[in-house]
């Protein structure tokens, strides 16, 4: 009989081969399939909307890089920026730069309560849409205020919130009478004339300076009530014909800015007297509500423009020097600010005697920097808005209370001190407190001249984070000339989640607290911003604007070097590792010129973790901290990282399930020998020698080791893989390993029949744990055979769950290596579970060669008289003592092998490898019956 013939009688060597080449076939296939996934997320991810971030010479930032890219600084001028646009792989270069701090007041808010005293022809058609004032579509007169006068008092406040705690801003009272308006006819020269005046005895109502008093309309009574606290907003520079070949379609609210008059026709003077001419001129209504068209941008805020150009010319802070500068200002706000009136009725002693309500209102979507989209209005509770009946009022809004003050003290990007780095590369940071900044501060005069008590408010103290810098000379006061609006979500839409690079001052990251300062849980409270935007958190710029637009507000004229940031695009299609070698070679040539280049391509976002101490104090001046914030930084090499460790995870998985199963082929081999054992004596007893004997059973092995061979070159040339080979390889050498092992243990040996005859210290059989003690001693080589391969599996299966457990580890600390994790963990888990499975199965087959062995024994002691329930004991109990000796293998390999593989996790495949033995107990002993 020949050696294939032999093999494949060996039904034993057939079932393990087979098992081999079937798991050869599934964990290649299965790891190729989680290498494809790894590779198409990490391509598909790594490449955002630019390559290459250039900046003036720095410090290194260690691999981790924080968001605030437009910082003031500079550094590159407009003559370098041309050189990086004329580099033959540069497909966009588009520059950023922060131009200023922008402190404004907003517009006076008012209360209206609903007054309105019916259609009368004396003063319809006043204002608003003539074709409006249809007496049959005028309702009837009605008022939430009396006839006869009653006295109020009002308590206006204003709250804000750091996400953290809420602090009031001021809380301001004012008493007087209010009742229902009535009209008054007066006999005048040519005829009669109709106006609106309040009641007998109505005192009205008036609020400390700058704040009016309250006047009766047609429609409303209207009391002015103190000003909202000022807001400190960014404003950034860009080039938006540049800007918008980054940004692609969410770039388009750029647009206006490329039709934005030239340096030398940005007068402001010129422009205010520009639309002053309008109103001599003549306007139409259409033209009203879309707005003048202004060199081809219909300018939809030019009411409030011409507003602000008035006051500030009155009040002579506009020069024959100031320039208009045109701006995209930012739709919505996320500081948090609340302003409320409570109105109670009160007797003539002051004592309440109705609490009428309180209303409020809040910055949101509908706060617009620089102008104003709809009036700041309260409403009196149970008042009605009628003032449409005259059409679209809200296009003469006066916008803010006064031109913005406009400063080239600006705040730069907060500083961090880097702390502790965690296994997985996320870096712990402290952020550097700067000095304190006082806000809220009322201004020094009204608008018409009168002093302002400055007592109305408490002025707050807020941490600056950020450095103040001052550039170029003092300007003269500009104008802000509003020309759009921008959305900050569709940007960072725009750019991304997992590869959100930072683009400028108009994406900020948020920060989140997510332990308080005596470390408890925080619950990921997003922090919002301060009233002087130089606090920790930052919202998106107020307003974007272009270099013209810099150049007025910084007050320079020359090529200063006031470029913060270049985002370089390469002009090379294709993923980032298709791109890697261009891009790398286009920063070798922008470094040349004396610039920084990181390359941000294959670059991901990363949660930072940000111990911010300083942060408020209390009366007595002690300062406290706020404890650690998270926000997205971004993690430069992070797709090679990803790439390169999970991949390696990968392979180690492979290996082990492979090399796992070989291991324990071996085992099971080495226990198969036993069965051949008297094979061999008969063949020595014909005159073989000990080589033909051993070259009898290596033949017979090495049918099997040539069908492994052969599967493994099929595999490695089906996918071309050089981990397929090298695996493959390895599989087959343990294999062969195995065989030459087992073919030693067949050499002649003196067998000395030691079982005793009459040894009083021989355990009488009278327990299925006894028996089935001496049962394991009686054969010890098959016992250990069988302990060895249950602790090589138990080892096993630790290793495979310390990789697997180990895999976001692994991955990194990056939104990248979340997602390439989350790509590849079915197949990782289903590679793991296929090498127990395979672990397993052979265990079983191991402990199969005495199967006919044990259950000749239990059939004897059933006819004995050995009930089930004693027969199962036995069963029980032998594998329970084989894995009692395999337990201390398979817990110490599998710690040994996740200290190899994955310290972090080594703990866990410990418990692993222990469970694995205590589930092999009942499973091998269910295979007895």
């Not at 009535?182 to 009205?204: C, D, F, H, M, Y």
């Not at 550097?432 to 001249?449: F, H």
């Not at 990363?606 to 971004?634: C, H, M, N, R």
């Amino acid at each position: 009989m020949n050696a294939v013939q032999r093999f494949i009688r060996s039904r034993v060597l057939l079932l393990t081969a087979s098992i081999l080449i079937v798991a050869m076939c599934l964990s290649v296939l299965v790891q190729g399939q989680s290498q494809a996934a790894l590779n198409r997320t990490v391509d598909q991810n790594s490449r955002g909307l630019y390559d290459i971030l250039v900046q003036a010479k720095a410090e290194d930032n260690g691999g981790l890089m924080q968001p605030d890219i437009a910082t003031g600084q500079g550094g590159i001028g407009f003559d370098q920026l041309d050189s990086l646009r004329k580099l033959s792989g540069t497909s966009v270069a588009a520059p950023i730069s922060l131009v200023s701090r922008v402190t404004q007041n907003l517009e006076s808010p008012r209360l209206e309560a609903t007054d309105y005293l019916g259609f009368n022809a004396g003063l319809a058609g006043t204002a608003g849409d003539p074709t409006a004032t249809d007496p049959s579509k005028w309702p009837a007169a009605e008022s939430v205020l009396s006839d006869t006068p009653k006295r109020y008092r009002l308590t206006a406040s204003a709250v804000s919130s750091d996400g953290q705690s809420d602090q009031t801003l001021f809380k301001t009272m004012a008493e007087g009478s209010l009742g229902k308006a009535q009209l008054i006819e007066e006999q005048v020269a040519g005829g009669k004339n109709v106006r609106i005046a309040g009641p007998v005895g109505e005192t009205g109502i008036k609020f400390p300076a700058p704040a009016g008093g309250s006047e009766h309309n047609l429609f409303n009574l209207s009391v002015s009530l103190p000003l909202a606290p000022q807001v400190t907003e960014s404003v950034v520079a860009v080039d938006p014909v540049s800007e918008r070949a980054l940004l692609g379609s969410a770039g388009d609210f750029l647009a206006p800015l490329e039709k934005a008059p030239p340096a030398d026709a940005r007068n402001a003077a010129a422009i205010g007297r520009h639309f002053e001419s309008l109103f001599t001129t003549g306007i139409g209504m259409d033209e009203l509500k879309e707005g003048p068209d202004f060199l081809g941008v219909k300018l939809k805020y030019w009411a409030p423009l011409m507003s602000q150009y008035q006051q500030a010319k009155s009040s002579g802070q506009l020069t024959e020097d100031s320039q208009a500068i045109p701006l995209i200002v930012r739709s919505g706000t996320s500081l948090d600010l609340e302003y409320s009136v409570k109105i109670e009725e009160i007797d003539g002693s002051g004592n309440v005697t109705k609490d009428v309500g309180t209303v409020t209102r809040s910055l949101d979507k509908d706060y617009l920097p620089f102008v104003s989209k709809s009036p700041f209005a309260l409403a009196w509770p149970g008042s009605k808005d009628l003032t449409q009946l005259l059409g679209d009022t809200a296009t003469f809004s006066q916008g803010l209370y006064n031109p913005a003050t406009w400063s080239t003290d600006f705040a730069a990007a907060p500083k961090y001190q880097d702390g502790e780095t965690a296994g997985n590369g996320a870096v712990d940071k402290t952020a550097t407190p700067g000095d304190w900044v006082t806000v809220n501060r009322l201004p020094e005069k009204a608008a018409n001249g009168a002093s302002v008590d400055q007592t109305q408010r408490k002025p707050v103290d807020e941490r600056s984070y950020r450095e103040d810098l001052e550039t170029g000379k003092k300007p003269a006061t500009p104008l802000a000339m509003v020309y759009g609006t921008f959305d900050p979500e569709t940007v960072k839409e725009a750019a991304g989640d997992v590869n959100r690079l930072p683009l400028g001052g108009y994406d900020p990251a948020p920060f989140t607290l997510s332990r308080d300062a005596s470390g408890k849980d925080a619950g990921n409270t997003e922090l919002k911003p301060s009233l002087s935007a130089t606090g920790l958190a930052s919202q998106s710029a107020g307003a974007i604007t272009d270099y013209y637009g810099l150049a007025a507000a910084r007050g320079f004229e020359d090529n200063v070097a006031v470029i913060d940031a270049v985002r370089v695009r390469a002009k090379v299609p294709g993923s980032w590792k298709e791109a890697q070698p261009e891009v790398e070679q286009l920063a070798n040539e922008i470094r040349d010129m004396g610039l920084q280049a990181t390359i941000v391509a294959g670059s991901a976002r990363e949660d930072a973790s940000i111990f911010v101490p300083g942060y408020s104090k209390d009366d007595a001046g002690k300062e406290s901290p706020l404890g650690t914030v998270q926000q997205s930084w971004v993690r430069q090499d992070a797709a090679d990282a990803v790439s390169g460790s999970l991949t390696g995870t990968n392979l180690t998985l492979l290996f082990l399930t492979l090399c796992g199963a070989a291991l324990l082929t071996g085992a099971s081999t080495v226990s198969y020998v036993r069965k051949r054992r008297s094979e061999a004596g008969t063949l020595r007893a014909m005159g073989w020698t000990q080589r033909r004997i051993r070259s009898w059973v290596l033949a017979e092995f090495g049918v099997g080791a040539a069908l492994l061979a052969a599967a493994g070159i099929i595999l490695s040339l089906a996918s071309w893989n050089p981990a397929t080979a090298i695996v493959s390889a390895s599989v087959l050498a343990l294999y062969a390993g195995a065989a030459v092992f087992a073919a030693q243990q067949l050499r002649h040996r003196e067998v000395v029949d030691q079982e005793p005859q009459h040894d009083e210290r021989l355990i009488a059989v009278d327990s299925p744990l006894t028996f089935a003690n001496r049962q394991l001693s009686s054969n010890k080589f098959n016992t250990i055979s069988l302990a060895v391969a249950v602790g090589v599996f138990a080892a096993a299966v630790g290793g495979m769950v310390a990789l697997l457990i180990d895999i976001p580890r692994a991955a990194g600390a990056s939104a990248l290596g979340g997602l390439a994790a989350a790509s590849i963990a079915l197949p990782s888990i289903i590679l793991g579970l296929s090498g127990v499975a395979v672990g397993l199965l052979l265990t079983m087959v191991t402990g199969g060669f005495e199967l006919q062995a044990k259950r000749q024994y239990l059939f004897t002691l059933r006819a004995m008289g050995w009930n089930p329930d004693m027969l199962g004991q036995v069963r029980f109990f032998e594998n329970a003592m084989v894995g009692t000796i395999a337990l201390p293998l398979g817990v110490l390999g599998a710690l040994g092998v996740g200290l190899l593989l994955a310290p972090y996790a080594a703990l866990w495949a410990a418990i692993a490898g222990l469970v694995a033995v205590l589930c092999w107990i009942p499973i091998a002993t269910k295979v007895v019956r």
